[in-house]
Each structure stands twice: as structure tokens, then as C-alpha cells.
């Protein structure tokens, strides 16, 4: 059970600060003790501003990782990183991010590295709020790898990394995580198009051994890479399948799309928790604590204050760091003056 209604959370990713970004370009310029204290201070900087929002879940903010996922393909062996991606020029689009060839089996024998960073985040977060872990699942990584004679296919590769992944997870569990996402965009781009039970089997076989453990939840979106969503922008291929997915939370992308099949609310809120996107990380308008107390209103119409949360619509990554300071602080006002108007605050 999540510990109040109407609470606020995160996806996972927040923008790295300017000079992580440029030393990131520079790493040779660094030893090994240096990165660790950058990594170190990156994490405070980002567990700094979602307190100071107030949110009542945060993350590491992801800033020992490229993007979402990029390097957890740098604990896989088997694999040889990228090569140039096959457009380089022009508008900035998915098709510019290169896909690693694989050259034997998968494995990944000193894990993916998120038990150090929840350790990590352990020690720099101050007491009171939830810590959160968001782990990619196998699907999602596996659209950055090419099929192989070894690997014929997506899901060939997606099977090969369920028990890296699902161990990954065992040991977050293990580590003292009470809270985990299981970030799985890719199943809902690509859901229009993939017979979605097998996608859901697919997932409920890498949470088997942690669901009961932790609280697990996954996130649904359509892409945000350089803003840009890769997928048809609709749930309804997802449903009522991903209603089955072995999780106590879904989190949904509603500000984006200007809240189109919020009805779809209500019949999540049947089954379990509801995380709800009200602030849209593809925009720099800066919603005011009025239009997020609106938003919230408007879920209540469709679910009780049990069963909601409210986030940004994704990860904010690909937003600079002012927008996402200004709208996690909203974010959190807006939601308080509603828990106010409901005496639950």
C-alpha cells in the first residue's frame, strides 16, 4: 500500500547539472576517485531539488546513467558498443541513437549497477521521503540490441535479458528497496503492433520473484527522446491486456495529451494504483499550482484520492533543470491545495 493518497512521485531520470553534462564529454580528464565524488554530488544536487519540491517520493535522479537506459549496456557482455547511427544531420529524432551488435551470449555477471546507486541514495537522502529505483525492463533494453543468429529477433533478446534484468531486481529487493519501477516504455509505443499478452507475460515473468517484496509499479509513455514521442499516442491498445501486468501502480502520460482517455482511470483505479502525468515535460510553459490542482480535481472524478498519485507525464531528462525544479515545486503546491480542499492534507 502506498503510504497517502493523493501523493507525489517521479518517474525516475531529472536533468544532469551543466557541468556534469560537460565533464561527461571530458571523462579522460578525470580519475577514478574524482567520477565517484561527481556522481556523489550530481546525486545530492538532484535528491536537493525534489525535497526542496517537497515530493513524497523521490529518485537518484538517474545521474550515474546516460538517459534511461543507455549504460546499462555497458555491464552486458556479449555485446559490442554501438556503432555510428545511420543519420546524424537534421532534426533530432529516435532514428539518431545507435543499436550494439551482439557477438555472444548475454550476461551480465556483475549485475547492472543499480544496487550501488541505491546505496548511494540511500546515504545522501534526508529522512522522510519514499526512495524509488527504476530498473529498465528486458523488452526496453532489448530494442537497442540487434538480432543475431544467436538472437533472431526482439523477443529472442528480450528472453535472454528476463533473468539479468529479474536478478537485477531480486537484489535492489535484497539491498532494504521498498519501491521499484519496472520502466517499460517500449511496450507501450510499440503495443499498437505486438501481440500485447505476450508483453504482459513477457513482464510478469521478470517481476515473479520480487512481487509481494516491494512495491512495484511501471510506466507507460509513448517516448521522450528530444521531446519527441516514438509511438501512436493511445492507450487503448493496451487495455484491457496491461491490466494484468503483476504490479501495484501504472503510471500514465495524461498532460501531453491534454488528458485525452481519462476515463481510462476509473477502470485502472478497479484494479490497482494510478500514478497520473499532470505536468508535461515536453513543455516549457510552466503549469501554476492552479492548473495542477485543476488536473487533480479533474482524476477525482474518476478515482478516489486512495488510489492516486501524480507525477510529471516522464522522465525529466530531456527538460532543463529550471523548468524541472519550478514544475516539481507546482506540481507538489497543487496537489497540497487539493489534499487541503479534502481534508486530508
Same mark, same amino acid.
Given at each position: 500500500m502506498k503510504e497517502r493518497p493523493l501523493r507525489t512521485t517521479v518517474v525516475g531520470s531529472y536533468p544532469f547539472p551543466g557541468w556534469l553534462e560537460f565533464a561527461s564529454q571530458h571523462l579522460g580528464e578525470f580519475g577514478p576517485a574524482d567520477i565517484e565524488e561527481m %556522481? *556523489?554530488? @550530481?546525486?545530492?544536487? @538532484?535528491? =536537493?531539488? %525534489?525535497?526542496a519540491a517537497g515530493l513524497d517520493v523521490i529518485t537518484d535522479g538517474e545521474q550515474t #546513467? +546516460?538517459?534511461f537506459n543507455l549504460s546499462f549496456y555497458g555491464y552486458l557482455e556479449g555485446i559490442e558498443r554501438e556503432p555510428a547511427p545511420r543519420r546524424r544531420f537534421g532534426p533530432p529524432g529516435h532514428d539518431q541513437r545507435g543499436r550494439h551488435k551482439i557477438t555472444g551470449e548475454l550476461r551480465a555477471p556483475r549485475g547492472l549497477g543499480t544496487v550501488? *546507486?541505491? #546505496?548511494r541514495l540511500q546515504r545522501? &537522502?534526508?529522512p522522510g521521503p519514499v526512495l524509488k529505483m527504476s530498473v529498465p525492463g528486458p523488452y526496453t533494453l532489448s530494442g537497442r540490441l540487434e538480432p543475431s543468429p544467436r538472437y533472431p529477433d526482439r523477443y529472442a533478446i528480450a528472453e535472454a535479458l528476463v533473468p539479468i534484468v529479474r536478478a537485477e531486481l531480486e537484489a535492489l529487493? @535484497?539491498?532494504g528497496c521498498s519501491e521499484i519501477t519496472v520502466d517499460e516504455p517500449s511496450m507501450s509505443c510499440y503495443a499498437w503492433r505486438e501481440d500485447t499478452a505476450r508483453l504482459v507475460e513477457l513482464f510478469n515473468r521478470t517481476v515473479a520473484t520480487v512481487a509481494g517484496r516491494c512495491r512495484l509499479s511501471t =510506466? +507507460?509513455?509513448?517516448?521522450?527522446?528530444?521531446? #519527441?514521442?516514438?509511438? /501512436? #499516442?493511445?492507450? &487503448?491498445?493496451?487495455? /484491457? &491486456?496491461?491490466l494484468d501486468l503483476n504490479v501495484e501502480e501504472i503510471h500514465l502520460e495524461m498532460a501531453s495529451r491534454e488528458f485525452a482517455e481519462i476515463e481510462l482511470i476509473g477502470e485502472l483505479a478497479r484494479h490497482k494504483d494510478v500514478a497520473v502525468g499532470v505536468?508535461?515535460?515536453k513543455s516549457y510553459y510552466i503549469e501554476t499550482p492552479a492548473d495542477v490542482a485543476a488536473r487533480v480535481r479533474r482524476c477525482l472524478e474518476f &478515482? /478516489? /484520492?486512495?488510489?492516486l498519485s501524480f507525477a510529471p507525464d516522464c522522465g525529466l531528462s530531456q527538460t532543463a533543470r529550471w523548468a524541472a525544479r519550478q514544475k516539481l515545486r507546482n506540481l507538489v503546491e497543487g496537489v497540497r491545495q487539493v489534499r487541503k480542499e479534502l481534508g486530508i492534507e
Amino acid at each position: 500500500m502506498k503510504e497517502r493518497p493523493l501523493r507525489t512521485t517521479v518517474v525516475g531520470s531529472y536533468p544532469f547539472p551543466g557541468w556534469l553534462e560537460f565533464a561527461s564529454q571530458h571523462l579522460g580528464e578525470f580519475g577514478p576517485a574524482d567520477i565517484e565524488e561527481m %556522481q *556523489e554530488d @550530481a546525486v545530492i544536487a @538532484a535528491v =536537493h531539488d %525534489q525535497v526542496a519540491a517537497g515530493l513524497d517520493v523521490i529518485t537518484d535522479g538517474e545521474q550515474t #546513467r +546516460l538517459d534511461f537506459n543507455l549504460s546499462f549496456y555497458g555491464y552486458l557482455e556479449g555485446i559490442e558498443r554501438e556503432p555510428a547511427p545511420r543519420r546524424r544531420f537534421g532534426p533530432p529524432g529516435h532514428d539518431q541513437r545507435g543499436r550494439h551488435k551482439i557477438t555472444g551470449e548475454l550476461r551480465a555477471p556483475r549485475g547492472l549497477g543499480t544496487v550501488d *546507486e541505491f #546505496r548511494r541514495l540511500q546515504r545522501v &537522502a534526508p529522512p522522510g521521503p519514499v526512495l524509488k529505483m527504476s530498473v529498465p525492463g528486458p523488452y526496453t533494453l532489448s530494442g537497442r540490441l540487434e538480432p543475431s543468429p544467436r538472437y533472431p529477433d526482439r523477443y529472442a533478446i528480450a528472453e535472454a535479458l528476463v533473468p539479468i534484468v529479474r536478478a537485477e531486481l531480486e537484489a535492489l529487493a @535484497a539491498a532494504g528497496c521498498s519501491e521499484i519501477t519496472v520502466d517499460e516504455p517500449s511496450m507501450s509505443c510499440y503495443a499498437w503492433r505486438e501481440d500485447t499478452a505476450r508483453l504482459v507475460e513477457l513482464f510478469n515473468r521478470t517481476v515473479a520473484t520480487v512481487a509481494g517484496r516491494c512495491r512495484l509499479s511501471t =510506466h +507507460l509513455c509513448f517516448g521522450n527522446y528530444k521531446a #519527441r514521442a516514438v509511438g /501512436p #499516442r493511445r492507450y &487503448a491498445p493496451m487495455f /484491457p &491486456a496491461f491490466l494484468d501486468l503483476n504490479v501495484e501502480e501504472i503510471h500514465l502520460e495524461m498532460a501531453s495529451r491534454e488528458f485525452a482517455e481519462i476515463e481510462l482511470i476509473g477502470e485502472l483505479a478497479r484494479h490497482k494504483d494510478v500514478a497520473v502525468g499532470v505536468v508535461d515535460v515536453k513543455s516549457y510553459y510552466i503549469e501554476t499550482p492552479a492548473d495542477v490542482a485543476a488536473r487533480v480535481r479533474r482524476c477525482l472524478e474518476f &478515482a /478516489p /484520492p486512495e488510489r492516486l498519485s501524480f507525477a510529471p507525464d516522464c522522465g525529466l531528462s530531456q527538460t532543463a533543470r529550471w523548468a524541472a525544479r519550478q514544475k516539481l515545486r507546482n506540481l507538489v503546491e497543487g496537489v497540497r491545495q487539493v489534499r487541503k480542499e479534502l481534508g486530508i492534507e
